[in-house]
């Protein structure tokens, strides 16, 4: 079964510091890989996401992730953090792969979420 | 519209009622999915459509949820005999085809149920 696993419920970072978000999947299919943010009482928006091209993949606001196969793992990163960085963090997981469309399909499989704070 | 948008924003219902909950998705937009967030989880996938076709709902907890997507736009989420458990915030998402992996969120439905 895709799972997909975040690592710390909560980060706690200094402004300027750098950011680091685990994230781990389990997948029997090619696996497309996302990064949401929630900031409070708005949607969740896409950081940035990984569709089988380059490894390193670079999103909104300076953030950014590394697909690595051989450690499943697709973790979150910004040089440094900045006080409107702190949200809620979310690693997602397409749940299921269409030959028929030529990629992803279907529902997203979540973790539950890293919430982030950054101290002045 | 510019995005995704949910009516209403906020539902407070008693138990045993029945609720609708609205999902206007962005213009265009072929795939329209439903997802439950409970507190401090993240959202869990409910149900989704392509045009008004609903593909897969395997998501939806049992027999009191239901969906429909009638005209290929708007889609609405229906529990019935509303349930404590059912409290959660309930998101919309689209995206412009089957195959585009972004989806884009609305705002959600606080659902609570007395």
């Known amino acids: 079964a895709q799972s997909v696993t975040q690592l710390g419920s909560h980060v706690s970072v200094s402004e300027g510091a750098l950011v680091l978000l685990r994230c781990n999947y389990s997948s029997s299919v090619p696996p497309y890989l996302f990064w949401y943010v929630q900031y409070p009482n708005q949607g969740l928006q896409l950081l940035l996401k990984y569709t089988s091209a380059a490894t390193l993949v670079k999103g909104i606001n300076g953030f950014e992730a590394e697909f690595k196969k051989s450690e499943t793992s697709f973790h979150l990163t910004k040089p440094s953090a900045h006080m409107s960085d702190a949200a809620e963090y979310f690693c997602a997981h397409a749940r299921g792969f269409s030959r028929d469309y030529g990629g992803s399909q279907g529902n997203l499989i979540f973790g539950k979420g890293t919430k982030l704070s950054v101290k002045p | 519209g510019a995005g995704v948008s949910q009516s209403p924003r906020y539902k407070v219902t008693k138990r045993g009622q029945d609720v609708a909950l609205r999902c206007d998705p962005i213009s265009g937009h072929v795939s329209l999915y439903w997802y439950r967030q409970a507190l401090g989880q993240g959202p869990e996938f409910l149900t989704y459509f392509n045009y008004e076709a609903q593909q897969d709902k395997s998501g939806l907890p049992n027999d009191r949820f239901s969906a429909e997507r009638p005209e290929g736009s708007i889609s609405t989420l229906t529990i019935q005999r509303t349930e404590q458990r059912d409290s959660a915030m309930y998101r919309c998402?689209?995206?412009?085809?089957?195959?585009?992996?972004?989806?884009?969120f609305g705002p959600g439905t606080r659902l609570t149920v007395l």
């Open positions: 998402a689209s995206s412009v085809s089957p195959s585009t992996d972004t989806q884009y």
